[in-house]
């Protein structure tokens, strides 16, 4: 009988141990879900503000303390507009929806009435029929406490963000502190900047081709007329935030209200065609040449992430998902006893795709080393 395969015991107990570990963090995660939500989100506000102030110092004459104030003035007013939009805009829609709500009924009924007639099926229901179904009650109480937690997430997000824009003066003597070796220092600098890069590539590439999505989407809509064409186009850039479900909300939620909101189905038609076309185009021809290695996340990764942050933090964790699988990638890569996990993660292999030829990651870091980020 042959002897089964045998491994050095300090790999399986490393990998074990890492394993653990990892599982071990994804319940306090998932236990701490209501802590740790507004405190991942002021992390990605910290980050964005980061490379804000770096742009506006090598842009602008600024000097390092009011690039920083100019780049978390933008991005706090940002992360507040945001909201008065989303508020303002859902209101308007309602607002605007309820003057036609007479009408909607019926239309339900004849598009009902149409398909029913195109597929050859009788006795099609009735649109009062599918709503006795629905616990609308229900979906109006779950929604109104979920617009309340977004008022309140966000002041706590802006407490988080106050106090790690504090803890930033101290950032530089703590690194120097846990790494006193300037070898090992290098190492943890190399990783802050490789997570850093991978989370502000991200933003950045989902930004620019969220902004071409956009004006295609504006001037297809205000073309055949759809309400709220302004309120469509800023939800279609925010939900591009968000993979696999941003794309079917951006892509089929305004042709579905052009249905109920014209009597023919032309408008739905071009923008369901239009905005399919824009879609495909910048999801495989412009994205995957802008992202380059930011972005090396194997795509059921991608997937099993949105769940699992989706499970954990909600709709937050959906828009976090993508960022936090990058910066896992990065940091498990750097342990001997993690870096079977990054290579897991990675889309190809290779966690760093840009250096193929080299296989010992604290040598990595150390080539790729530099100084240590300012606070």
Known sequence: MKSPVSMPSSAVSRNALA?????AAGAAVYWLRDILTPLAMAIFLLIMIDGVKRSVEARTPLNHRWAGIAALTLVVLAFFASIAIIVNGAAGFFG????VSQNIGPRI???IRDVYGVVRL???PTAQDLINGVDVRGYLTSMAFQVQGVASGAFFVLVYLG???ASQVGFRKKIVAMFPQKAQRDEAVAVFQRVRGGVEGYIWVQSVTGAMICVVAWILMRAVGLQNAEFWTFVIFIVGFIPVLGGAVAGLAPPLFA????PSYWPALILLIGLQAILFIVGNLIQPRMQGDNQNIDPVVVLLALAFCGKMWGVVGMFLSTPLAVMAMAILAE????RWMAILLSGDGEPYADETNKTDAPKRARSKSEPAPEA
């Open 19 to 23: 394993l653990i570990a990892t599982v």
């Open 96 to 99: 605007e929806a309820s003057g």
């Open 109 to 111: 009924d004849q598009i």
């Open 122 to 124: 009788a006795n099609p």
């Open 163 to 165: 106090f790690l824009l």
């Open 259 to 262: 249905l109920v909101q014209f």
């Open 335 to 338: 342990f001997r006893g993690s």
